[in-house]
Nanobody, 115 residues
Framework: QVQLVESGGGLVQAGGSLRLSCAAS????????MGWYRQAPGKQRELVAS???????NYADSVKDRLTISRDNAKNMIYLQMNSLKPEDTAVYYC?????????WGQGTQVTVSS
């Protein structure tokens, strides 16, 4: 069974930074598209950023130029560097692995940005 474990969430003031990490296991990580999603209270889960096996990235318009996704295939890890955080970034952030037609999720990590 694929396992994804997120870490790095927390409470930060507006304008601050956080770095999220996701450790993946039991997948062929180097060929697996990965992504970060988030879900705020009362809202649907939405894509924040994705990264393909070759390193191509995609971002939601709301986070471009502030958040950066990266991956380390040697460590089976992906990261989300979050800068210039805003209160509207407050959400539970989830790591996702796209294995064939199946999406796997981590347990999520809470990010809270205070104004």
């Amino acid at each position: 069974q694929v396992q994804l474990v997120e870490s790095g969430g927390g409470l930060v003031q507006a304008g601050g930074s956080l770095r999220l990490s996701c450790a993946a296991s039991r997948i062929l990580f180097s060929v697996t598209p990965m992504g970060w999603y988030r879900q705020a209270p009362g809202k649907q889960r939405e894509l924040v950023a994705s990264i393909r096996s070759g390193g191509r990235t995609n971002y939601a318009d709301s986070v471009k130029d502030r958040l950066t996704i990266s991956r380390d295939n040697a460590k089976n890890m992906i990261y989300l560097q979050m800068n210039s955080l805003k209160p509207e970034d407050t959400a539970v952030y989830y790591c996702n692995a796209a294995v064939g037609t199946t999406g796997y999720w981590g347990q999520g990590t809470q990010v809270t940005v205070s104004s």
